[in-house]
């Protein structure tokens, strides 16, 4: 079992960064995946940077250039920094996390954090 806590949501003007953190409180199930999504309201749930094991990353194309996905290992928290926010990115942001258990895989979800990005 994994459990994600997240911290670093909050209000920001355009142009404004915001880090956010995704700490999981165990390093002994390995992760096959680490990312973060997000949800709008009346909008489907969009994945916005992810990372592999190997530390390849992916990123929406909307964030691209602006959002960088990182990790630190030692403390099994992945970060999303987020620079030059815009209003269309306000949305509650989920970190995302898939434990590899074995006999199979297992989605974690955090509870989710907000952003609100002021004009």
């Known amino acids: 079992q994994v459990q994600l806590t997240e911290t670093g949501g909050g209000l920001v003007q355009t142009g404004g960064s915001l880090r956010l953190s995704c700490a999981a409180s165990t390093s002994s199930i390995p992760f096959t995946f680490m990312g973060w999504y997000r949800q709008a309201p009346g909008k489907a749930r969009e994945q916005v940077a992810g990372?592999?094991?190997?530390?390849?990353?992916s990123y929406h194309d909307s964030v691209k250039g602006r959002f960088t996905i990182s990790r630190d290992r030692a403390k099994n928290t992945v970060f999303l920094q987020m620079n030059g926010l815009k209003t269309g990115d306000k949305a509650v942001y989920l970190c995302?996390?898939?434990?590899?258990?074995?006999?199979?895989?297992?989605?974690?979800w955090g509870q989710g954090t907000k952003v609100t990005v002021s004009a």
């Open positions: 995302k996390v898939t434990g590899d258990h074995g006999v199979g895989f297992r989605a974690y």
């Open positions: 990372m592999s094991p190997s530390g390849r990353t």
